[in-house]
């Protein structure tokens, strides 16, 4: 069994920077892939971004990979998601997601969710 669990920055103004982290733990597979996941009011969870656990291969979404970076400590079994140049629109919460069976896009492609932490980015 994996828990994870989100910390960072909580809002940021229109231009700024956030560094979301997120900390697993438990028994972590070669094939262990995290990623993030967000979901604006109103909408569904959206993928962000995904990394192996085992190695450094990454995954970003196109509208979003000049801007959000997704990085990992692998010592500390954490993994990052540095967002900058942020706009109003970025807003939702953010939810770290991982599964033993490798790096996905969608929702039901990940077992383990954290709980979420609300990002707010003002105008």
């Known amino acids: 069994q994996v828990q994870l669990k989100e910390s960072g920055g909580h809002s940021a103004q229109a231009g700024g920077s956030l560094r979301l982290s997120c900390e697993a733990s438990?028994?972590?597979?070669?094939?262990?892939?995290m990623a993030w996941f967000r979901q604006a009011p109103g909408k569904s969870r959206y993928w962000v971004a995904s990394i192996y656990a085992a190695g450094q291969t990454t995954y970003h979404t196109n509208d979003m990979k000049e801007r959000f970076i997704i990085s990992q400590d692998k010592a500390a079994k954490t993994m990052y998601l540095q967002m900058n140049n942020m706009k109003p629109e970025d807003t939702a919460i953010y939810y770290c997601a991982g599964d033993d069976n490798g790096c996905e896009s969608v929702v039901a492609g990940y077992k383990y969710w954290g709980q979420g932490i609300q990002v707010t980015v003002s105008s």
């Open positions: 438990g028994s972590i597979s070669s094939t262990f892939c």
